[in-house]
């Protein structure tokens, strides 16, 4: 089994570079690193600790579990939990683990609050507004409400933020911009009630990098550091992640053979193939065999296929710094390499691309 590489100068030079433009864009500029999902993937413990190690003093997680897990690891600096929720057990694990909670409910304040009343403690809050994503937060529209509870959990928490989320900043700019008036009208009308809460923040990495004009004043950055992001940007990311293993079988295949799972692909001369054991599939690929049945996959699977023939989107490996094209499918641990006419021999480091988000998390982690 392959294992997934982190090049820690590189990962390094993203947040430098994050930083710097960060910086570039408002002098006072709160950067929060979200590292949600297992750290995107880059290990939650190892990832949180390098980004401290290289001056970010604000994470943000998606849920308890994660939360609490970074408190387990002895990270001291501040945590937004970004999801409100009502649960009891989950509002009370936040509080007694010292979590930035986000409420976005009367249902999430109330319980907050009855919660309180057993437990010294007064917590830092941070307001959510739904601005039109449709998921966590108070509806924009519904200011009256949003006046009335936080004037209520004044009494009771540290109102450090508030906050709204972007559906589309990697693509559609005109409901992004619908988005961030529709937050900024919320901010002014609690500026005109004597509501001030100091951290106010919408944008994530795509529009941190296309609009700096709706940075507020902090920023939720999360595949920005991977540098896998859909927008163009001159900051010069480098792209984090890739598997290494090395080329355990090496074999001939007559012309006319078939290669991998569902048939995919088939030689079209005499090939020399090189077996290399990863597979950043590792169940992500594979979902996609195990329901093959459903009518839905095959046709994401036929038009994948099409796609595939207008564009050029064969999947390569590296060997000795030089390219060699994947053929077939990528299984759960293995892919099937071209390497006819090449003189290589079994042992041979192999590099693969791959998304660290999509990489197993039994996949071992090496930060080099
Ligand atoms: C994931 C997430 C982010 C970070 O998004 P990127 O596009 O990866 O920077 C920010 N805010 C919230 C609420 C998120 O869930």
């Given at each position: 089994m392959g294992i997934l590489v982190i090049e820690k100068q590189d990962l390094k030079h993203n947040i430098e570079q994050i930083k710097k433009y960060a910086k570039s864009c408002n002098e006072n500029l709160k950067i929060i690193a979200v590292v949600k999902s297992n750290g995107y993937g880059l290990g939650l413990k190892e990832y949180s600790n390098f980004l401290i190690d290289n001056g970010i003093d604000f994470l943000a997680v998606a849920s308890v579990d994660e939360s609490v897990k970074l408190r387990e690891y002895g990270i001291k600096e501040e945590i937004l939990m970004m999801s409100s929720t009502a649960i009891r057990e989950d509002i009370q694990k936040m509080v007694e683990n010292d979590i930035t909670i986000t409420i976005g409910s009367k249902e999430s304040k109330e319980m907050l609050i009855d919660v309180l009343k057993n437990i010294n403690k007064k917590p830092k809050v941070h307001i959510k507004i739904?601005?039109?994503?449709?998921?966590?937060?108070?509806?924009?529209?519904?200011i009256e409400r949003i006046i009335e509870d936080i004037k209520e959990l004044q009494q009771f928490c540290e109102i450090e933020g508030i906050f709204s989320h972007f559906s589309t900043s990697f693509y559609k700019e005109k409901w992004t911009r619908l988005q961030f008036e529709r937050f900024t009208e919320v901010l002014k009308i609690l500026e005109k009630n004597n509501i001030n809460i100091p951290i106010k923040h919408i944008g994530n990495s795509s529009s941190f990098i296309?609009?700096?004009?709706?940075?507020?004043n902090a920023v939720r950055i999360g595949s920005a550091f991977l540098g896998r992001i859909a927008v163009q940007n001159n900051l010069g990311l480098k792209r984090i992640g890739y598997l290494e293993s090395e080329i355990s079988e090496i074999k001939e295949l007559p012309k006319g053979w078939n290669i991998g799972y569902s048939n995919t692909y088939r030689t079209k001369r005499k090939t020399k193939i090189a077996l290399v054991p990863?597979?950043?599939?590792?169940g992500y690929h594979m979902k996609l065999e195990s329901d093959m049945l459903s009518f839905k996959n095959k046709v994401r699977d036929v038009i994948r296929a099409i796609k595939r023939l207008f564009k050029d989107t064969k999947l390569y490996v590296e060997i000795n710094d030089k390219k060699y094209p994947i053929l077939g499918r990528i299984g759960m641990y293995h892919v099937t390499v071209d390497i006819t006419g090449e003189d290589l021999k079994i042992g041979a480091i192999v590099k693969m691309n791959a998304n660290p988000l999509y990489v197993d998390s039994s996949v071992r982690r090496l930060y080099k």
């Open positions: 739904d601005t039109g994503f449709g998921r966590y937060g108070y509806l924009y529209t519904d296309r609009f700096p004009e709706m940075d507020l990863m597979g950043y599939a590792e």
